[in-house]
């Protein structure tokens, strides 16, 4: 059944992926899950390549549930599902770099993704293929940026290549008019102008957007970028409560800077280095915590863990693989590598890690503390052995 708000219109609009879609999809039961991976391109010029990418994907998915023993109508309602998206010529004009449809008799979630899929894939299986979308949720270079201004606030989810807009909840507030009930607020009214007077608004204003933003979009251990005058910067910091905001910030309107396209790009100079020092940090605080046996890095180890738990935070090497899966008990039952039909044990990791509501990042293995693909913080420290 097609979950038209899960989609938000997908005819024309596919949401960006998020970790609550790894999360929900990490508990599916059903079979035959259905995964397509197709690399697009925001460029306008190419929506065709992009079309016939995806339609390519549909005959090797349709093929592989031939060859399933499942009702026909069943497996036609699946194919029909896939054929749905991007019927609509507009819809290959907002893509991003990745599209990424899951499919099953349960569910219908098609994504955007800001990175790219290494290949085209069209995967049917048990469960879902989840390896590019779980290195594209937790791409070590991810970072937010905030806009705040009197007239507007706007957040954004980026990483080196590419931003995209936040949909932000309703009870985020759109400006200081509407945060504080005074509508006087002039649109024309230049940032600089409000910097000396009303500051008590203006405090008030910034710490009812600090605290809408942390509420409701605060669930993230990414660096927070402020774009916002030079003048407003110092005062947000004062009252803002927000742990990822990063010290040095975009001093100027940045609503001038999305309008001319290179918000991101500024950002990204800011953003570089904290992304950087947000792994280190994560690297310092896993060998502290393994210090008092509150880390792990034996492959087993960290399964097991996994399973039941008991890991705060998980690091991986973005470029290791190792064939084979982790059962429920944290039992890891390893595979023949390069037989196709296997999982990969650190991504199977990964998604009972986020499950249980810890964090992942995949990251380069020169920054990896350990030589095994896995380093585990743990919320409580491993139990001694009998």
């Not at 910067?233 to 927000?242: I, K, T």
């Not at 008991?310 to 023949?336: C, F, H």
């Not at 991504?347 to 249980?356: L, Q, R």
Request: proline fraction near 4%; charged fraction near 30%; hydrophobic fraction near 35%.
């Amino acid at each position: 059944m097609t979950d038209s708000k899960d989609n938000e219109n997908p005819e024309t609009h596919a949401p960006m992926l998020q970790w609550r879609d790894i999360n929900a999809l990490t508990l599916a039961d059903e079979s035959p899950c259905v995964t397509i991976y197709v690399p697009t391109t925001p460029v306008s010029n190419y929506r065709e390549e992009n079309r016939i990418r995806y339609k390519d994907q549909i005959k090797k998915v349709a093929e592989a549930l031939e060859q399933r023993d499942m009702d026909k109508y069943e497996r036609d309602a699946l194919i029909e599902k896939l054929e749905s998206v991007g019927a609509n010529e507009v819809f290959w004009t907002h893509q991003q770099y990745g599209l990424v449809v899951f499919a099953s008799s349960k569910r219908f979630t098609v994504r955007r993704m800001m990175t790219s899929p290494v290949e085209a894939q069209g995967i049917v299986a048990d469960s879902f293929h989840l390896r590019p979308a779980l290195r594209a949720a937790a791409n070590w270079m991810d970072y937010q940026i905030l806009c705040v201004s009197v007239q507007d606030v706007a957040l954004y989810d980026a990483n080196q290549d590419a931003i995209v807009e936040v949909d932000l909840h309703s009870d985020v507030p759109r400006g200081m008019g509407e945060a504080l009930g005074k509508p006087d607020t002039s649109p024309n009214r230049k940032d600089s102008e409000s910097a000396g007077s009303n500051s008590t608004d203006l405090k008030n204003y910034f710490k009812e957007v600090d605290k809408a933003i942390r509420d409701y979009h605060g669930k993230t251990i990414r660096p927070l970028v402020l774009a916002a005058v030079a003048e407003h910067q110092g005062l947000y910091r004062e009252v803002s409560e927000h742990p990822n905001l990063l010290e040095n910030g975009l001093d100027h309107d940045p609503f001038e800077a999305i309008r001319q396209s290179n918000l991101g790009e500024q950002a990204w100079q800011i953003a570089e280095r904290a992304t950087r020092d947000n792994i280190e940090q994560l690297v310092e605080r896993y060998n502290e915590r393994a210090a008092h046996k509150e880390g792990a890095s034996a492959l087993d180890e960290v399964a097991y863990s996994a399973t039941i738990g008991q890991v705060d935070t998980l690091l991986i090497d973005e470029t290791a693989r190792v064939e084979g899966t982790v059962d429920s008990n944290g039992r890891v039952e390893y595979g023949a590598a390069g037989d196709g039909h296997t999982d990969d044990v650190l991504d199977k990791i990964a998604e009972f890690v986020i499950a249980s509501d810890g964090d992942v990042k995949f990251v380069p293995g020169n920054l990896m503390p350990t030589d095994t693909g896995v380093a585990a913080v743990l919320r409580y420290a491993m139990e001694p052995e009998a």
